[in-house]
Nanobody
């Protein structure tokens, strides 16, 4: 499995960016796809996740209502639409995948840990 993140850049506060995570291989639908971010000197932070089989999305409180995660199964790609960007959103954004156990009960799938594969990051810089 190979993941390619793209779409980062420099944007002013209040602006928008859309990140893409392209997934190679035929197993795209069998994994949940997760976005993390990391600013230098800070810990890796969970941002959002999406699972096809369970039809579930997950967001951190810091991005809920501003970011939207979606997927295009025909293109094996997951998108992160980021609106109302803030300077504190500045970070390197990484996409990763975790095997989907296909469960649907609350709490049965933890999208914040245990990733199977990681892609290289894409830099997002939000100026004030």
């Amino acid at each position: 499995v190979q993941l390619q993140a793209s779409g980062g850049g420099l944007v002013q506060a209040g602006g928008s960016l859309r990140l893409s995570c392209a997934h190679s291989g035929r197993t795209f639908s069998q994994y949940g796809t997760v976005w993390f971010r990391q600013d230098p000197g800070k810990e890796l932070e969970f941002v959002a996740a999406i699972r096809l089989r369970a039809n579930k999305t997950y967001y951190s409180d810091s991005v809920k209502g501003r970011f939207t995660i979606s997927r295009d199964n025909a293109k094996n790609t997951v998108y992160l639409q980021m609106n109302s960007l803030k300077p504190e959103d500045t970070a390197v954004y990484y996409c990763a995948v975790k095997w989907d156990n296909f469960c649907s009960e609350d709490g049965c799938y933890d999208p914040t840990s245990g990733m199977d594969y990681w892609g290289k990051g894409t830099q997002v810089t939000v100026s004030s």
